[in-house]
């Protein structure tokens, strides 16, 4: 069931419309029923624009993320430094050159294991969200 519309064109939009359909041999009203549907509905640009708006928000949600897990590691590493500080006593001056071999010593072990750690792809915020809820298992990282 189609509906019958009369309206006037220009001159030269008339000529257009008349040429471009005789060139794709298409009558002139699908041209104009085509035309119209494609002004009526939303265009390229608005879908594009609403597919980024998405898009955008994602992005939004895990910079958050991120910046929660950035906040969490630097208040666990200030807390770390501040306790270790007021808890650890000043060495005397004979035992610095044993202490610095030792504090050496561990430093290689903490770098290895933190390489282990790394290529396993377990994380601390995921051993910790283990420790505080164990009934919570992730496929990805072993409940211990």
């Keep these: ?39 009526l509905s939303p265009d390229n640009s608005e879908r594009m624009e609403a597919a980024l708006g998405r898009r955008l928000d994602r992005l939004t949600r895990h910079v958050e993320r991120l910046e929660r897990h950035i906040t969490i590691s630097n208040e666990a590493l200030a ?12 060495l005397p001056d004979t ?17 290895e294991a933190l390489g282990r750690r790394l290529a396993r792809g377990q994380t601390l915020a995921q051993e910790i969200s283990l420790d505080i809820d164990p009934a919570q298992t992730s496929p990805t990282v072993p409940h211990k």
């Design 1 to 39: 069931m189609r509906t019958k519309h009369t309206f006037r064109l220009p001159p030269d939009l008339a000529g257009q419309l008349a040429d471009h359909a005789s060139r794709k041999r298409v009558p002139q009203a699908l041209i104009v029923e085509t035309a119209l549907a494609s002004f």
């Design 79 to 90: 807390l770390f430094v501040r306790f270790w500080l007021t808890a650890t006593p000043p």
């Design 95 to 111: 035992a610095q050159p044993a202490a610095q071999a030792k504090g050496r010593e561990r430093y290689e072990g903490f770098v």
